[in-house]
């Protein structure tokens, strides 16, 4: 049988999380949502610009974000996760800011290197604690994103990080050596601490970005890597020679 408890055990942290916001919500005055907003868009800006110093390679990840950009909207990734945002508000009836919780929540959610690693740890040893550890702070930031912007939403990232990282901790197995390359893990935690800096600048109402758009530089980041590295070998070789 696959080992999934770490991800059930978040998906079910979020809903969790997601129905205690709900509550709470209905009582919260507009003042304290934007408070609570606000204090979300600095916390991501905060994880994002850490995420982002932990990498090695600027120009890589600068080169993986502007390249990565460019392929998502090519793609058409943004316009499909609005596309699926929309099919699911009408009909789950959602409210004004369904879609843009569904994209904010996912992309927190999803693609941190706490993801990676515990899917990994979850698929291959079975060891979910580090899940269990980012369920506890998924759920507890479910409570406020619940509050202060669309609950039902937030159910719905629930169902999504249920299917990614399930997806993960399935395929944890060929990954296992991508995956366990710790500059890999570095810079797609660059790569992905902008697209968090970029999820705070729009809750915190300075600027909304196609953060969506920008999801396949998780994959070019460590794909820039291998390429220095092969080139690096190559100009060696021919040197020696």
Known sequence: MPRMRGTLFNAATVVCGALVGMAVGRWLPPETKDIAMGGLGLLSVGLGVRMFLGGRRVLGTAAAIAGGGVLGHALGIGAGLEAFSEFARR????????????????????????????????????????????????????????????????????????????????????????????????????????????????????????????????????????AGRRWSAFRSGRVAR
């Open 91 to 226: 009909n789950l009836g959602g409210g004004g800011e369904f879609n843009s919780t569904v994209v904010t929540t996912s992309i927190l959610y999803c693609v941190g290197p706490m993801t990676l690693l515990g899917c990994l740890r979850d698929g291959l040893e079975g060891d979910w604690e580090l899940l269990a550890v980012k369920g506890v702070m998924d759920g507890i930031g479910a409570v406020f994103f619940a509050a202060t912007m669309d609950p039902v939403g937030v159910l719905v990232t629930a169902c999504i990080l249920l299917a990614f990282q399930g997806s993960l901790t399935l395929l944890a197995k060929p990954l296992r050596r991508f995956l366990e390359d710790e500059e890999y893990g570095l810079e797609m935690a660059a790569a992905g601490g902008l697209m968090m800096v970029s999820i705070g600048l729009a809750l915190l109402r300075v600027r909304e970005l196609p953060t969506a758009d920008y999801l396949p530089a998780l994959a070019l980041a460590p794909a820039f890597v291998w």
